[in-house]
T-cell receptor
């Protein structure tokens, strides 16, 4: 298993540009999450999904959108990039039952200038 | 509001010193507790977790943590640290059957060789 994969690893955007951060997991996990990590702030939940076709807002959803058309994929969309969205973005997944550990991807470092 | 506090943002120790990192949460109901570690340049990995039973849990690489319900705490310990333990450590709490984890701000641990 590749686990949770994210692309790209790094990206620089100009203010107002848009982009999609990709996240894929091959563990057949129903739950998937998008976090942003800012220095000294821990992880903040942006959006999460409990299964294909179902998404919900987390703590900091403004400026982002998600979709979950398949179990494997959970892309995060930034429509109008702003400097405040400069951060490291992590995708995670976990199974519905049993072990409740979240498995993380390697992250995407995004800079908005 | 529910929150997770990690009191030390930076800790510097010499090799072979003992380690204790604090984690407190504010919630009176049932909790699942986690410690994750992020080594430099790598993604988050689970160190250990508590769901029920023995409040002293052992994780990977010689780490352990003790859940003290009366103190709402889940402190991470290691009797003798190594240079390779240099990393950022995050405490996370799942409250009741919530889908989300609430994360602490993280503690950067630097071990001097």
């Amino acid at each position: 298993n590749a686990g949770v994969t994210q692309t790209p690893k790094f990206r620089i955007l100009k203010i107002g540009q848009s982009m999609t951060l990709q996240c894929t997991q091959d563990m057949n996990h129903n739950y998937m999450y998008w976090y942003r990590q800012d220095p000294g702030m821990g992880l903040k939940l942006i959006y999460y999904s409990v299964g294909a076709g179902i998404t919900d807002k987390g703590e900091v959803p403004n400026g982002y959108n998600v979709s979950r058309s398949t179990t494997e994929d959970f892309p995060l969309r930034l429509e109008l990039a702003a400097p405040s969205q400069t951060s490291v973005y992590f995708c995670a997944s976990r199974p519905t039952s049993g072990v409740n550990e979240q498995f993380f991807g390697p992250g995407t470092r995004l800079t908005v200038l | 509001a529910q929150s997770v506090s990690q009191h030390n943002h930076h800790v510097i120790l010499s090799e072979a010193a003992s380690l204790e990192l604090g984690c407190n949460y504010s919630y009176g109901g049932t909790v699942n507790l986690f410690w994750y570690v992020q080594y430099p340049g790598q993604h988050l990995q689970l160190l250990l977790k508590y769901f029920s039973g023995d409040p002293l849990v052992k994780g990977i690489k010689g780490f352990e943590a003790e859940f003290i319900k009366s103190k709402f705490s889940f402190n991470l310990r290691k009797p003798s640290v190594q240079w390779s333990d240099t990393a950022e450590y995050f405490c996370a709490v799942r409250m009741d059957s919530n889908y989300q984890l609430i994360w602490g701000a993280g503690t950067k641990l630097i071990i001097k060789p």
